[in-house]
C-alpha cells in the first residue's frame, strides 16, 4: 500500500464512522442550544478556578508571612486584604519621591509627629515635656519618620521620636521607635528587647494582660537606663526608652525613672504607638 492508498483508507474510515448530521432544521437547532450550554458551561468553570484557588490559598499564604501577618480570611468582593510587600532592589530610588531615607514632609512625617505628641501625653503626673533645646539650639524634641528596608528586604517603615521630660530643674528623655511589619521571623521578647542600641542589661519577660514584653535594664552604661520592646501579632515593633539624664544637656538628671518596669511594659504594648504603614 503506498500513501496515496493509506490516505483513502483513512478518508474512507473517517466517512463512515462520522456520518453528516442531519439538514433537518429542528435538529439543527437543538445541537446548537447543546453546543452553546457546553460553551458557556465550559467559561463558567475557567472563571471559578482563580476565584476558588484565590479563596483557598489566600490564608495560607498570609498565614505563613514570615512577620507574623494576619490570617484573617480573604474574601472576594469585600472583608480583608493583605497587600503583596514590594522588595528592595540594588539601585532601586527611594520611594514616594524622597532623596534619601528621611521622609520631611508628607503623611509619613506627620504621623511621626503625632506619635511625639502621643508619647508626651502620656508621661505621668508631676512630668512635663517642654519644648526645650540643647546647648546648640537643636531642639530636644525630634519626630523622624524613615524608610529602613535594605536590598533584599520587604519594605518596612521606622518612625522615631526623642522627648525631654523633666520634673523641677531635672530634665531626662524618651524615645518610641515604631516599626512597621518587616516580614522576619518572630523573636523571643528578651532578643528583640536586645537588639535595641546593643542591648546592654539584664532583660526580664513582663507578661502584661497575656503580652509577653522583654524589659532591658542597664547598669547605668548605655544610651538608655531601660527600654522596653513588644511586637504585635502583625509583626509591627515597637520599643519604648527612658532614660534619667538627658544627652547633651547642662541640665541636671532626673532622680528618678520615668516610668515604673511595669508602666513601662504595660505602654509598650498600646496601640497608640503601634504604626503599620
Known amino acids: 500500500m503506498n500513501e496515496k492508498d493509506l490516505n483513502e483508507a483513512m478518508h474512507d474510515v473517517l466517512v463512515r464512522s462520522s456520518p453528516p448530521p442531519s439538514m433537518d432544521p429542528a435538529s439543527a437547532l437543538d445541537r446548537a442550544r447543546r453546543v ?9 468553570g475557567l472563571a471559578a478556578v482563580p476565584l476558588v484557588a484565590g479563596v483557598v490559598a489566600g ?3 498570609i498565614a505563613n508571612l514570615p512577620g507574623g501577618g494576619s490570617t484573617e480570611p480573604m474574601v472576594a468582593g469585600g472583608g480583608t486584604t493583605t497587600a503583596v510587600p ?5 539601585g532601586d530610588p527611594w520611594p514616594e519621591g524622597q532623596a534619601d531615607r528621611t521622609a520631611t514632609a508628607g ?8 506619635l511625639m505628641d502621643d508619647l508626651s501625653s502620656s508621661v505621668p503626673a508631676g512630668f512635663s515635656t517642654p519644648d526645650l533645646k540643647y546647648p546648640d539650639g537643636r531642639a530636644m524634641r525630634s519626630p523622624q519618620s524613615q524608610y529602613a528596608s535594605n536590598d533584599g528586604e520587604q519594605d518596612y517603615w521606622q518612625y ?12 531626662g528623655q524618651l524615645l518610641v521607635e515604631s516599626f512597621t511589619p518587616d516580614g522576619k521571623p518572630a523573636t523571643t521578647p528578651c ?3 536586645q537588639s535595641f542600641w546593643g542591648g546592654r542589661g539584664t532583660c526580664a519577660v513582663v507578661d502584661v494582660a497575656g503580652k509577653k514584653v522583654g524589659v532591658v535594664t542597664t547598669k547605668g552604661d548605655a544610651s538608655y ?11 509591627s515593633i515597637v520599643y519604648l526608652a527612658q532614660v534619667k539624664k538627658s544627652d547633651h544637656s547642662e541640665h541636671a538628671a532626673l532622680t528618678q525613672p520615668i516610668f515604673s518596669t ?16
Open 225 to 235: 537606663d531601660q527600654w522596653a520592646a513588644y511586637r504585635h501579632a502583625n509583626g
Open 86 to 90: 514590594t522588595t528592595r532592589k540594588s
Open 36 to 44: 452553546r450550554k457546553r460553551r458557556r458551561a465550559t467559561w463558567a
Open 59 to 61: 490564608p495560607t499564604l
Open 107 to 114: 503623611p509619613r512625617a506627620e504621623r511621626a509627629v503625632t
Open 160 to 171: 522615631r521620636v526623642n522627648i525631654p521630660v523633666q520634673k523641677g530643674d531635672r530634665v
Open 262 to 277: 511595669r508602666q513601662l511594659a504595660e505602654l509598650v504594648t498600646s496601640t497608640k504607638f503601634q504604626i503599620n504603614s
Open 191 to 193: 532578643k528583640l528587647a
